[in-house]
């Protein structure tokens, strides 16, 4: 089929810009994908083996931060559209290196939505420029309650800070010089290809590996959590039929304490590693919480179900059982990127178990 469309998609390397492009590029053969990513140790060109030799996909190595660069590919290629996942994307790293957060998820935007706009600017029929964002930029939830479309933003980490700058840049470009956007705010993603630093895939590693599992402060904490697939329909979903200037928020209907869903990932885990019943859960070790540790994220998601018929096609117990099966039958995968720099960050975050 003829290519109609140029489609950008940025940290396509990563776990769910993974996801995204292979979507993309095995159901749209009327789209140019090009994959912008940098690989930093989150971004693995393995994950994508099996589409890199498509003729409509081109993978690009650059840095969205990197202005000359950026503006010479999208004079080169002439995006219609961009769909924007770079990013550093980890809570506890941002902590660590708060500015390296702003540089590349505030600046890279600002670099990107430039680019953008001096190629179209007043000649924008059929573009559109797509922002992924988190629903941590909604900051903490109470007992109760829901992230709706309308919530204030009130990040409480240097990385939801840096998510929430690049929104209302997204915004303020859209204002300024009506650019066509739009943004999602997504819960929790887990399944296949995640890099194991965050919660899940790191907890599965260390079960393989009879290792402590640090639990931040009393566990209580509550996220939504969504299979990266059905976030991947979502992001389709959107960029095909969301309005233009409009937020969606995208999650689970999933609320999981933390320490409830270790337990249930140390169940799952004995029964497929053929190990006694309560073994993995002796490996639960509390550690010392996570500073401006958000309490709870819970989405209200009926937008896009309502205007867009989105729903979550798993239970998270058939998703969890799925992702685990993924890390068990991908060990080299697992044992690839947890090898060299990982284990310097693994020492450093975790010094005290
Ligand atoms: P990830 O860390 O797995 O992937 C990020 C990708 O961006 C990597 O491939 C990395 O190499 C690339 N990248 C980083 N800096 C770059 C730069 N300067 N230039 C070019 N590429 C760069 O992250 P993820 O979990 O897949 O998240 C992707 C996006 O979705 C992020 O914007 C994140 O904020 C958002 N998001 C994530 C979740 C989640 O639960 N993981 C939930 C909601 C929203
Ligand atoms: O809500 C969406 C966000 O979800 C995304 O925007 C982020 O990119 C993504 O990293 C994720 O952020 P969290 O901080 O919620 O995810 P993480 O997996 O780091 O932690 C999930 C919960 O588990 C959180 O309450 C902290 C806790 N935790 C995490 C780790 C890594 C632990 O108790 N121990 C750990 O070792």
């Given at each position: 089929?003829?290519?109609?469309?140029?489609?950008?998609?940025?940290?396509?390397?990563?776990?769910?810009?993974?996801?995204?492009?292979?979507?993309?590029?095995?159901?749209?053969?009327?789209?140019?994908?090009?994959?912008?990513?940098?690989?930093?140790?989150?971004?693995?060109?393995?994950?994508?083996?099996?589409?890199?030799?498509?003729?409509?996909?081109?993978?690009?190595?650059?840095?969205?931060?990197?202005?000359?660069?950026?503006?010479?590919?999208?004079?080169?290629?002439?995006?219609?559209?961009v769909i924007h996942l770079a990013a550093e994307s980890h809570?506890?790293?941002?902590?660590?290196?708060?500015?390296?957060?702003?540089?590349?998820?505030?600046?890279?935007?600002?670099?990107?939505?430039?680019?953008?706009?001096?190629?179209?600017?007043?000649?924008?029929?059929?573009?559109?420029?797509?922002?992924?964002?988190?629903?941590?930029?909604?900051?903490?939830?109470?007992?109760?309650?829901?992230?709706?479309?309308?919530?204030?933003?009130?990040?409480?980490?240097?990385?939801?800070?840096?998510?929430?700058?690049?929104?209302?840049?997204?915004?303020?470009?859209?204002?300024?010089?009506?650019?066509?956007?739009?943004?999602?705010?997504?819960?929790?993603?887990?399944?296949?290809?995640?890099?194991?630093?965050?919660?899940?895939?790191?907890?599965?590693?260390?079960?393989?590996?009879?290792?402590?599992?640090?639990?931040?402060?009393?566990?209580?904490?509550?996220?939504?959590?969504?299979?990266?697939?059905?976030?991947?329909?979502?992001?389709?979903?959107?960029?095909?039929?969301?309005?233009?200037?409009?937020?969606?928020?995208?999650?689970?209907?999933?609320?999981?304490?933390?320490?409830?869903?270790?337990?249930?990932?140390?169940?799952?885990?004995?029964?497929?590693?053929?190990?006694?019943?309560?073994?993995?859960?002796?490996?639960?070790?509390?550690?010392?919480?996570?500073?401006?540790?958000?309490?709870?994220?819970?989405?209200?998601?009926?937008?896009?179900?309502?205007?867009?018929?989105?729903?979550?096609?798993?239970?998270?117990?058939?998703?969890?059982?799925?992702?685990?099966?993924?890390?068990?039958?991908?060990?080299?995968?697992?044992?690839?990127?947890?090898?060299g720099d990982h284990m310097n960050y693994y020492t450093n975050?975790?010094?005290?178990?």
């Open positions: 089929m003829a290519v109609n469309k140029k489609i950008l998609i940025t940290g396509g390397a990563g776990f769910i810009g993974s996801h995204l492009v292979r979507r993309f590029v095995n159901n749209y053969s009327n789209y140019h994908i090009y994959n912008l990513d940098v690989l930093n140790y989150a971004g693995n060109l393995e994950n994508l083996k099996d589409i890199e030799h498509k003729d409509h996909y081109t993978f690009l190595r650059g840095d969205i931060t990197n202005e000359v660069y950026i503006n010479s590919i999208f004079n080169a290629y002439k995006f219609d559209a809570v506890d790293r941002s902590i660590k290196n708060p500015l390296g957060f702003a540089k590349t998820n505030i600046l890279g935007t600002m670099v990107l939505l430039n680019a953008f706009v001096s190629l179209w600017k007043n000649d924008w029929k059929g573009k559109r420029f797509y922002q992924i964002s988190t629903d941590e930029v909604y900051g903490s939830l109470g007992a109760s309650g829901l992230f709706k479309e309308t919530t204030p933003y009130n990040p409480n980490s240097p990385y939801s800070a840096s998510k929430a700058s690049s929104d209302h840049f997204v915004r303020a470009f859209g204002e300024t010089y009506g650019m066509p956007y739009v943004i999602s705010n997504c819960s929790n993603n887990y399944g296949p290809n995640q890099f194991p630093e965050k919660l899940i895939p790191l907890f599965i590693n260390n079960i393989i590996n009879k290792k402590p599992l640090p639990v931040y402060g009393d566990g209580n904490y509550t996220r939504d959590w969504l299979y990266v697939k059905d976030h991947a329909m979502a992001i389709d979903l959107v960029f095909h039929r969301g309005k233009n200037h409009e937020t969606y928020n995208i999650g689970g209907f999933n609320e999981y304490k933390n320490i409830d869903l270790v337990k249930l990932l140390c169940k799952q885990m004995d029964k497929k590693l053929g190990r006694d019943f309560g073994t993995s859960e002796k490996l639960i070790t509390y550690v010392k919480d996570r500073p401006g540790h958000d309490l709870r994220y819970a989405i209200d998601a009926s937008k896009i179900n309502n205007e867009l018929g989105w729903a979550p096609s798993l239970t998270f117990e058939a998703g969890l059982s799925k992702t685990i099966d993924w890390y068990l039958d991908n060990k080299a995968w697992l044992e690839n990127v947890t090898s975050q975790y010094a005290d178990i």
